[in-house]
């Protein structure tokens, strides 16, 4: 796991599926921006088992509350294609009173730090629809740069919608000390 300031960063666990399973369908849960794909509880639990959703080219951890364990949200990475040198960065705070208080800038930066720290890759990125101010916020905290804008890139909710790319290159990096890696093995 990766500590931060009053959060954790760490795997998913089998105690977490249910939870997760039904915050990942939930439309509501998941806000104007971010794609439900609904999928089946059996290939979301065969998928868990198959990889623990961590790999080195998908993974999902949980951001998780220092002092009483509960799920605050979900941020992860996933390769965008097999030639570039880099990882996507997805995130999601569960609950909506949750937003806005700096949870995600801070979990962002902390993963940003892991991911520099423990893989070779040379750039990160974030992909954000233009109506998602909070998100945009975030990864302008966080030391990201807009490259441009992806036109009508996502299907979503019956159109098609623009999607802006934010990256943050290793050699822009500035990471906060403490940062505590997990250890190998």
């Known amino acids: 796991m990766i500590k931060g300031d009053g959060f954790v960063l760490r795997t998913v666990r089998e105690a977490d599926l249910d939870f997760l399973y039904e915050t990942q369908n939930d439309v509501l849960t998941r806000g104007d921006f ?56 997805g995130y999601l705070v569960f609950n909506e009173i949750r937003r806005g208080k700096g949870l995600m800038t801070s979990a962002l930066r902390l993963l940003c730090s892991y991911l520099f720290a423990d893989r070779n890759v040379n750039r990160l990125q974030l992909g954000i629809m233009p109506g998602n101010h909070a998100s945009r916020r975030v990864a302008e905290k966080a030391g990201f740069t807009k490259e441009g804008v992806l036109r009508e890139a996502v299907f979503q909710r019956g159109e098609h919608h623009d999607l802006e790319i934010y990256s943050l290159l290793r050699r822009e990096w500035r990471p906060e000390p403490p940062f505590l890696p997990i250890p190998k093995g």
């Open 34 to 89: 971010i794609q439900v794909r609904m999928g089946s509880q059996p290939g979301f639990r065969k998928q868990f088992q198959e990889t623990g959703f961590f790999t080195p080219d998908d993974t999902k951890l949980l951001i998780v509350d220092s002092e009483d364990g509960r799920l605050l949200g979900q941020i992860g990475w996933f390769r965008t294609a097999f030639y570039a040198d880099g990882l996507e960065i």
